[in-house]
């Protein structure tokens, strides 16, 4: 199983200011089939980045998504309110599908 | 639109079984594989079984593989799952999600509202 590692577990930071999320996997992530999901507070996941780099539908260019192999990040600019939330990375390049544990984006 | 809801959550006592259902509308049920996370209260999500748009394949975390079994119904345009043999680690809401693309195994691109599964004495 690959094991995903996100950092930092907390980011603290100003609406307006620029956030980048790092996830290592423990090996390769083939054919990069890494996703990138936001989660506020007593909601679902929604989807944002799919193979590595592509936003799904609806999500604003201030998200982006880049990386290969094992190392892999989430930029997000010019924070909103509604971006302070927990980020999951998950890969599906096995079948045995792993999220990472999270990191937490809150407001400085 | 996309929905997706979850019923068959509840308490049960370590050892029992539940089965969850998840009614899907708003899409062509029969070519979307199908998914189920679980977020223990408190914590980080984990995926624990996948199964194909025409049901053939299934797959599932190694955590559930054995006591879990996932199945579908595309006349009725639900999926299951039914849970064997619970531990108070199956502790979480359950989350039933679609793929995010046809005949696909990828990402879950919507998912439904949850329901809580408690295991306790």
């Known amino acids: 199983e690959i094991v995903l590692t996100q950092s930092p577990g907390t980011l603290s930071l100003s609406p307006g200011e620029r956030a980048t999320l790092s996830c290592r996997a423990s090996?390769?992530?083939?054919?990069?089939?890494l996703a990138w999901y936001r989660q506020r507070p007593g909601q679902a996941p929604r989807l944002l980045i799919y193979?590595?780099?592509s936003r799904a539908t609806g999500i604003p260019d201030r998200f982006s998504g880049s990386g290969s192999g094992t190392d892999f990040t989430l930029t997000i600019n010019r924070l909103e309110p509604e971006d302070f939330a927990v980020y999951y990375c998950q890969q599906y390049g096995s079948t045995s599908i792993t999220f990472g544990q999270g990191t937490r984006l809150e407001i400085k | 639109q996309v929905q997706l809801v979850e019923s068959g959550g509840g308490v049960v006592q370590p050892g029992g079984s539940l089965r969850l259902s998840c009614v899907a509308s708003g899409f062509t049920f029969s070519s979307y594989g199908m998914h189920w996370v679980r977020q223990s209260p408190g914590k980080g999500l984990e995926w624990v079984a996948f199964i194909r748009y025409d049901g053939i394949n299934k797959y599932y975390a190694d955590s559930v593989k054995g006591p879990f079994t996932i199945s579908r119904d595309n006349s009725n345009n639900t999926v299951y799952l039914q849970m064997n043999s619970l531990r108070t680690e199956d502790t979480a809401v359950y989350y039933c999600?679609?793929?995010?693309?046809?005949?696909?195994?990828?990402?879950?691109?919507?998912w439904g509202q949850g329901t809580l599964v408690t295991v306790s004495a």
């Open positions: 193979s590595a780099s």
């Open positions: 999600a679609r793929d995010t693309f046809t005949y696909s195994y990828s990402t879950f691109g919507h």
């Open positions: 090996q390769t992530v083939t054919s990069r089939y």
